[in-house]
């Protein structure tokens, strides 16, 4: 069974940061194209940050320069690295496949950006 297990959220401050982890089981993250996705309170769920098998990665214009997405393919995981985090970063994020097909999604993480 694949499962997606996303933790790393809480609460910080603006200008703070976190580090968002994703584990794999049931399957072998390094065959994929990985991404990060967050939904805001009320909003659509959207990309964020993504990364190739290869190691290429793109992001969302709205945090290009604060985000840096990562993978350790020897421990199945996924990282996002969150800088300079806003209040509008605040959402619950997930992490997923890339491209056109999604596996069942995790329960994400909280992430609450607020003074």
């Known amino acids: 069974q694949v499962q997606l297990v996303e933790s790393g959220g809480g609460l910080v401050q603006p200008g703070g940061s976190l580090r968002l982890s994703c584990a794999a089981s049931g399957i072998i993250l390094r065959i994929y194209t990985m991404a990060w996705y967050r939904q805001p309170p009320g909003k659509q769920r959207e990309l964020v940050a993504a990364i190739t098998t290869g190691g290429s990665t793109n992001y969302a214009d709205s945090v290009k320069g604060r985000f840096t997405i990562s993978r350790d393919n020897t421990k199945n995981m996924v990282y996002l690295q969150m800088n300079s985090l806003k209040p509008d970063d605040t959402a619950v994020y997930y992490c997923?496949?890339?491209?056109?097909?999604?596996?069942?999604w995790g329960q994400g993480t909280q992430v609450t950006v607020s003074s």
């Open positions: 997923n496949k890339g491209g056109a097909s999604r596996l069942n």
